[in-house]
């Protein structure tokens, strides 16, 4: 299921949109000449929080917060096309039906950095299982490579939500979500913060099926593969390790 194109979601005007018969999506295209696959999430209070993020004065307790509060507001869309099944319930006065979710799901956080952004989602996915997978690029081959993985045996009839807060050049999560490809999921879904357009395009470009969502879409990469404008470096920011020798930003 490729996404056709960048789309905006304005969630505080999903109800005005669904009554007026006016298009949930609209496309953006932020760099001339592109079209950049991916679901951005316009909400006032997330630009809010990533105003703050974005902030260089913004210490390491108050951005991971941040990141948290993000995270937790993009899970309702995120989450909108999951699949559900009725079911026979009993409320305090007669028997009715509800919906719930089909299948199980599991939270893939991208180590380190996309563990800032587990809490967000469990608070409205508590049933979620956490997954973790860690990856390094090789110094020789500049290859992605797997150093820890905690899956469940069984991955099939699963959904998979991978979390990495910045998409940069794409490289980790293409190779993440190849990795979880083998595992036989039902779908996986790509949730990051921030996005570069190279990386989007990487992603979109192996993994066409995977649909990308994020908060912001940035300009570009630096040099050196940090997006700009950007926030910095996300793990190091979250867990207070700014100025050690190594980035999270893959």
């Keep these: 299921?490729?996404?056709?194109?960048?789309?905006?979601?304005?969630?505080h005007s999903r109800i005005l949109e669904t009554l007026q018969g006016t298009p949930t999506f609209s496309r953006h295209t932020p760099i001339a000449g592109a079209?950049?696959?991916?679901?951005?999430?316009?909400?006032?209070?997330?630009?809010?929080?990533?105003?703050?993020?974005?902030?260089r004065t913004t210490d390491s307790e108050t951005f991971a917060k941040m990141i948290d509060r993000i995270s937790s507001l993009m899970v309702y869309e995120v989450s909108r096309d999951l699949p559900s099944h009725p079911v026979s319930l009993e409320t305090p006065l007669e028997t009715t039906q509800g919906n719930c979710l089909s299948r199980?799901?599991?939270?893939?956080?991208?180590?380190?950095?996309?563990?800032?952004?587990?809490?967000?989602?469990?608070?409205?996915?508590p049933d979620a299982m956490v997954a973790h997978l860690g990856l390094y690029r090789d110094e020789q081959t500049?290859?992605?490579?797997?150093?820890?993985?905690?899956?469940?045996?069984?991955?099939?009839?699963r959904d998979l939500i991978v979390l990495d807060p910045m998409l940069a050049t794409g490289g980790t999560a293409v190779a993440a979500l190849?990795?979880?490809?083998?595992?036989?999921?039902?779908t996986i879904r790509l949730v990051c913060v921030l996005a570069a357009p190279e990386g989007v395009k990487h992603v979109e470009q192996a993994h066409p099926d995977v649909p990308i969502y994020g908060a912001a879409l940035d300009r570009e990469l630096n040099s050196v593969g940090y997006i700009l404008p950007g926030l910095g470096d996300a793990g190091d920011r979250i867990f207070g390790t700014t100025g050690t020798d190594d980035g999270d930003e893959a």
């Design 142 to 157: 500049l290859e992605p490579v797997v150093y820890y993985k905690k899956l469940p045996r069984d991955l099939q009839n």
């Design 1 to 11: 299921m490729g996404v056709p194109g960048t789309r905006v979601v304005n969630l």
């Design 178 to 186: 190849h990795f979880l490809k083998e595992r036989r999921p039902a």
């Design 35 to 55: 079209n950049v696959p991916i679901i951005l999430l316009n909400h006032p209070v997330i630009q809010h929080n990533l105003a703050q993020a974005r902030n």
């Design 104 to 125: 199980p799901l599991v939270l893939v956080p991208i180590l380190r950095a996309g563990l800032g952004m587990v809490q967000g989602f469990k608070a409205l996915l």
